[in-house]
């Protein structure tokens, strides 16, 4: 029932009820009390009947909001499911986008590639034609190998051949690497000689000129020495002439001492030093010049008298 059907119902209780009043009006109390109860009774079974109404309008609202709800969880659903596929589209179309991407990488790589192959196919088969070109040249090397085995006993087999060869030719490369090593070395020893014998010739002309120096040395100190013997000698010489002088004066001074000490009256030590000797003979000489004179001035006043 809607909320229009309900009010009419309402008003239409509200209209049977209203002569009733109008009658109560005249009647006894008991028959108004009664009427009054069967009024409450009517308003009872209404408001029972609009409560059932209620819960049976609100069992359908129970029920179109379930039917709602459950609409609402199928959009839900139908929308998650649409989102879903959406986003499979999106990746299958990005996957798509991306495969197709990589097939066209890799289409012009695989083109490089086959550009490249086919430069290397036709090197290929440059290269086939000349190595056929080098076995057909050596088919007489084979020819010539098989001649040799019908001669060399010891050789029964081409490889057999070879390999001596390849022996042979390894130990004739290690001989040339170890002559070219020894003529290495012996290069190295040679300038390393060179190198010595520069080093002691150079060392040997400065020891000629230190030699040449100290023998300028040894001349020049030599000199020197011859020098300082001639000085010395000089020296000695004169040394010699001076003890000699001071002995003949010494002797002189003795010998004059003596004479003087005994002519004269005064007695005087017996004097070893020459200077004391000369003092003595100094005064003595003295005395004596004294005495000359005054003879000397004495003999002419003798003459006048």
Known sequence: MTNEEYGGAAAAA??????????????SPATRLL????????VQESLEAQKQEFQRREEGF????ETLKKKDLDLQESLIRF???LQENDSKRSRAEKKATDEIKMRLQKEVEIEDLSGGLKTLKVVK????????????????????LDIADEYHEIPDLLMRFATLEATNKDLRDNDRAYLEMIERSRAELQSYTKEKVDEVLNLNNEISRLKKVLETAERDV???????DGMLQTASQKTLDHGQ????TDNLFLRCSRRSKVNHPTYSNPL????VIGDFMSDLSEIVKLKGKSAPAAGGA
Do not use: G, W
């Open 35 to 42: 009427e009054k109860r069967r009024q409450m009774f009517e």
């Open 14 to 27: 509200k209209a049977k009820n209203t002569p009733h009043t109008l009658v109560l009006e005249h009647v």
């Open 276 to 279: 004391d000797q000369l003092h």
């Open 83 to 85: 989102s879903k596929f």
């Open 129 to 148: 034609v000349d190595t056929s070109e080098i076995v057909e040249k050596n088919l007489r090397y084979t020819k010539y190998l098989e001649s040799v």
């Open 249 to 252: 004066v010494c002797m002189a």
């Open 62 to 65: 129970k029920r179109r909001e």
């Open 226 to 232: 011859s020098d300082m013997a001639t000085q010395r």
